[in-house]
């Protein structure tokens, strides 16, 4: 059977984009699904845009062990490719010395992930890093910084298409079919357009929130394999231009081991404005709206470390959604990045459950995810 591609690649966010990018590196044509009319509109859009060290994952977990290979990989696209990013560091800060403890297995955890220059310092350097932060002692990380996710995902579009890859946008994946010893991927073109295929001899599904739908439609019990994505809705909250807060660095509260995020933190954005989250919800159904009312809560849970925050200097800014494996109280998830011959569906991966870091992991992810393929 003559294939159009060697691979299709579902999804045109961060992960999808840097599959694309290491695929045609090692010399496959590749072709990029993409369901939206843009890249990198979902995921790779709303989030916090942290270039994570790989503090908080279990060590051996994939996803410490890809956040960990990503942060470098991203610093030195970075620099190389001129995307926007600031190496700001962070500090995870202690409130009382009830949350010691737990800051202290933080810091073993991340020196477990083999993060690099991780320092624990008292109240009084805390006061003189960083006057505004209020915290019994803090766990530094200077290795975390911030990125532009939009340029970062766009240079590994670029560099997909210097290797000859394609994107198609308006192209939803409806079924993955195994026909004669290949992969058929039917799309549909546009709203209510045609239907097409697309044939391959492997498939990459990184569809984001939409993963697990599209490893269902290959034929893949997603209940019983434990894949389903559940949605988890992060709201932030924007500092007020002209607020009398300055921070340096990025601020993480020590947060619980149990919650479905890391705690409403403080970032800073490329242009130094400061916002606050994400909190933590679960919801059946895309929703990005925030609402005002949260602001009291908000500014509650950022007072912890941040003392002088007033509730009306927040104001709503955006949200996004977590496509997370752990449902509601369901304890830790890894990243699931399986390539499916054991499913009898050869050259098909799945990419599923691709929360944070996967902006930081999404080179690695994209390395590991074709070691898969290059070893079958
Ligand atoms: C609130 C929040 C904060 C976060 N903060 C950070 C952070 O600071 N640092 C970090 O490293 N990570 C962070 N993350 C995680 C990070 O944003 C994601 O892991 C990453 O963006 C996932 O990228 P992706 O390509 O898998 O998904 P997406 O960017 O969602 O891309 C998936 C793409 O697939 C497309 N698609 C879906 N279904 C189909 C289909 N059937 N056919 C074709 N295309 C389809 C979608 O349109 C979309 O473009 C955060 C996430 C959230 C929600």
């Given at each position: 059977m003559s294939l159009d591609f060697d691979t299709a690649v579902i999804g045109a966010g961060a992960v999808g984009l840097a599959c694309a990018a290491v695929l045609s590196s090692r010399g496959r044509s590749v072709v990029i699904l993409e369901?939206?009319?843009?890249?990198?509109?979902?995921g790779t859009a709303r989030n916090s845009e942290v270039i994570h060290?790989?503090?908080?994952?279990?060590?051996?977990s994939l996803k410490a062990r890809l956040c960990r290979r990503g942060c470098d990989l991203v610093y030195a696209r970075a620099q190389a490719r001129g995307i926007p990013h600031r190496r700001t560091g962070k500090l995870v800060v202690a409130?009382?010395?009830?949350?010691v403890p737990r800051l202290a297995a933080l810091h073993d955890a991340a020196r477990a992930n083999g993060v690099p220059q991780l320092e624990m310092i008292d109240a009084a350097t805390l006061h003189r890093i960083e006057p505004d932060v209020s915290g019994v002692a803090a766990l530094s990380s200077p290795v975390t910084g911030i990125v532009d996710a939009h340029a970062l995902a766009l240079s590994y579009l670029a560099e997909a298409e210097e290797n000859g890859a394609a994107l198609l946008i308006e192209h939803r994946v409806t079924e993955l079919a195994r026909e004669r010893e290949a992969w058929r991927v039917v799309v549909r073109v546009g709203e209510g357009g045609d239907e097409q295929s697309v044939r391959c001899s492997e498939v990459v599904n990184a569809a984001g929130m939409g993963a697990h739908e599209v490893a269902a439609s290959a034929g893949i019990d997603i209940d019983r394999e434990g894949l389903r994505v559940h949605l988890c809705k992060g709201d932030y909250f924007a500092l007020a231009p002209g607020a009398p807060v300055s921070l340096g660095q990025l601020i993480y509260p020590?947060?619980?081991?149990?919650?479905?995020?890391?705690?409403v933190h403080a970032t800073l954005d490329l242009a130094g404005r400061i916002r606050f989250g994400p909190d933590a919800t679960y919801v059946d159904a895309p929703d990005y709206t925030v609402a005002a009312a949260k602001a009291p809560a908000f500014a509650e849970a950022v007072r912890r470390y941040l003392?002088?925050?007033?509730?009306?200097?927040l104001t709503p800014d955006f949200a996004g959604l977590r496509t997370k494996?752990?449902?509601?109280?369901e304890g830790f998830r890894d990243f699931e990045i399986r390539e499916e011959s054991a499913q009898g569906l050869p050259g098909l991966v799945n990419c599923i459950g691709i929360e944070s870091p996967g902006l930081t992991a999404s080179g690695a992810i994209a390395e590991y995810m074709a070691d898969r393929l290059d070893a079958r």
């Open positions: 369901a939206d009319s843009a890249i990198a509109r979902h060290a790989s503090i908080y994952y279990p060590a051996g409130a009382g010395d009830d949350e020590v947060g619980s081991a149990e919650g479905a995020g890391l705690g003392p002088a925050i007033e509730d009306d200097w494996l752990a449902g509601p109280g």
